[in-house]
């Protein structure tokens, strides 16, 4: 007998159901439009100091300092070689940001969302690579920079990241045009959920560990609040205990931190860059507060997580319209 429910709005998360308005097309809109929302902020803000005479030496000085976020390995590649004839830092930076301003537009309104969200996936960790950062010991530094690793500092870009590969294996979502022209196959009508429940904890949690246990260190983001606050936080989404109210508790964060960087004597552009990624990890916030986080890698499950490691086992499915084989044998 297969129990899977025909249904493309029911999300089956172990023996429980969750609500059923709450499935695969409802987290990915919900992620969408908190991942667009970072991109649209963050590349409208570049663009507008890019095309703003008086403001374009401060923009391109902000990117090619030594505390600034490309090193000089990448200046030479980009600006000093082959490419520098034709590229410049102020033409490269404004082609960046006109393209991460286009992808948070597209994002939101739910174009070629799958190609986008694995793009994007990817290219946070080329900002990793490209962070100026001395950490060797008792070096000689001519001019202040990053000495922080550069994986605790990019640590929320690296959230980021895991956030699009969960979009990608989801797909577009509800209210997305990538619906209108393709069809339901625009999202995926059945999912293993455990993985993605354990990618959203992990690119949550690790940003808040990291900001608990490294509060106090250079270009570490604390979210203004203290250290043991994040870590009560993010252990529950580590451990996979509680993490309904956790995921309730990042919300609040978000929140904070956000009023907390509001400025009234800023534009409305400019408060939005302040907290643009908090847009997303709101978001995750509000799935993992629906959904919850899988059943993988849970502290009150953990020889069966263990077990799992090695041997994936028997797929839980976010039954839709297609039901995986996986279930359907398991019927």
């Keep these: 007998m297969n129990t899977a429910v025909e249904d493309t709005r029911h999300l089956t998360n172990g023996p429980v159901a969750a609500p059923p308005v709450f499935g695969p097309r409802m987290i990915a809109l919900v992620l ?15 663009l507008f100091q890019a095309y703003d005479p008086a403001r374009q030496a401060a923009f391109v000085e902000r990117y090619l300092s030594a505390e600034g976020y490309i090193s000089q390995f990448w200046v030479s590649y980009l600006f000093e070689g082959a490419l520098g004839t034709v590229l410049t830092p102020l033409l490269f930076l404004t082609l960046l940001s006109g393209f991460e ?71 577009a979502g509800r209210y997305s045009l990538d619906e209108r022209l393709f069809g339901a196959s ?83 552009i400019a408060n939005m860059n302040a907290f643009k990624r908090e847009f997303a990890f709101f978001a995750v916030g509000l799935v993992l507060a629906l959904v919850g986080g899988g059943r993988s890698f849970s502290i009150l499950r953990i020889r069966e997580g263990w077990q799992n490691l090695i ?16 279930t359907r044998e398991a019927g």
């Excluded at 969408?32 to 570049?46: A, D, E, Y």
């Design 186 to 268: 625009a999202t995926r009508s059945s999912l293993h959920y455990d993985p993605l429940g354990l990618l959203l904890r992990l690119s949550i949690a690790l940003p808040l560990l990291v900001g608990g246990a490294f509060a106090g260190y250079g270009h570490i983001q604390t979210f203004g609040v203290p250290a043991p606050v994040l870590i009560a936080l993010a252990l529950p989404l580590l451990l996979n205990v509680g993490v309904r109210f956790a995921g309730v508790g990042i919300m609040a964060l978000m929140l904070w931190f956000s009023f907390q960087s509001f400025d009234l004597g800023r534009s409305l």
């Design 311 to 326: 041997r994936p086992g028997r797929a839980v499915a976010l039954p839709g319209r297609e039901v995986s084989s996986t």
């Design 101 to 171: 301003f286009l992808c948070g537009m597209l994002l939101i309104a739910g174009v070629l969302v799958r190609p986008l969200a694995l793009i994007w996936a990817l290219l946070f960790w080329s900002f990793v690579a490209a962070l100026p950062v001395v950490t060797a010991r008792g070096a000689e530094i001519a001019a202040a920079t990053h000495e922080t690793p550069a994986l605790l500092v990019m640590i929320r870009d690296i959230g980021l990241s895991g956030l699009f590969f969960v979009l990608f294996n989801i797909g």
């Design 32 to 46: 969408r439009v908190g991942l667009g929302l970072v991109m649209f902020s963050g590349g409208l803000h570049k």
